[in-house]
């Protein structure tokens, strides 16, 4: 099938039904489809695009944060992330959580790619880097409301935990999978 | 830290704010935090759960799919998935969605875990499953509004496109990553 037979679905209107301030907002799209079709009332979720860090220091140890969070069961393993500031390049954003959370930097920066959160409802962009040869700079300056406490840990630990589904959160689990298996 | 020490937020009381169907609805939750801070009105949004499936045929092609979604721009490469029906087994649904997108069927099931979609939001969660040996038993019989076409790619064109970003929804682009880090 030649790329230009998959046809995308058209947007007519869109109309804000709820304004859940600057983390949630839902629009109801109304939508064509390539037939002709028109769905009302197509649910649209807005959220801030985020980043997602996998660092790894001159000595080839990854940081990873072992934290609670609101919608996961006990605690997960996780990496360095946050959302993107208004204006602010998703690189910039990488570096910045970075800093604040590890007090680490990198020079060697690599995109892990781009993804869309949910392909039916949108729900945000996710980026994801490597940052590798990161080395301290800084005490942690983290302000997240969770708490979290640092840990080094070896290539081998990291697909371990990874193997054993330590890393419970799909964006998570997604950027150490990408760094095993694309990484390198 | 002891595990102890990491203490999950609590929940105070939740109410339905945006009743978007069975796709998508929105609650606020109060919550208390480890230290007694409440926040209100915390947005959280419940979406049905849904199943990923990378299917490697008995002659080692994995099946794919080449299509459009409303969220991503142009189109992108897909694996088989779809939503976990009501009272529905994860793995059943792997294997409803299976037969129904490709025809395909398989005796060798293998989880590649169980992920969060959103850590803060909820979002649902999404089930990963490996499927070796898949064989044809019947034609196509998706329903999918979304025009889809079927591919059979060798593991290192997989690995590949996975490297160029073509599989440019987070969950494809996970399941993809992870059996290529952790599905062998």
Chains 1, 2 share one sequence.
Not at 91 to 114: F, K, V
Not at 168 to 173: F, N
């Amino acid at each position: 099938m030649p790329e230009w037979m998959l046809k995308p679905w058209r947007t007519l209107s869109r109309r804000l039904v709820l304004d859940g301030g600057k983390y949630l907002k839902v629009e109801y799209h109304a939508i064509e489809l390539p037939d002709g079709q028109v769905i009302e009332d197509w649910p649209w979720a807005i959220t801030p695009d985020y980043v997602n860090v996998l660092a790894e220091t001159v000595d080839g140890r990854y940081l990873c944060f072992r934290q609670t969070k609101y919608a996961v069961e006990g605690s997960s393993l996780a990496v360095v992330g946050g959302y993107i500031e208004a204006g602010e390049a998703p690189l910039t954003a990488a570096q910045r959580e970075l800093r604040e959370e590890t007090g680490y930097e990198s020079s060697a920066w690599t995109s892990l790619g781009t993804y869309r959160v949910d392909a039916n409802r949108g729900m945000g962009v996710a980026h994801f880097f490597l940052a590798r040869d990161a080395h301290r700079v800084a005490e942690r300056s983290a302000d997240d409301l969770e708490e979290q406490e640092l840990l080094l840990v070896t290539r081998a630990e990291l697909a371990a935990a990874l193997a054993r589904g330590e890393f419970k959160v799909l964006a998570w689990a997604a950027i150490v999978a990408l760094a095993c298996a694309v990484g390198e």
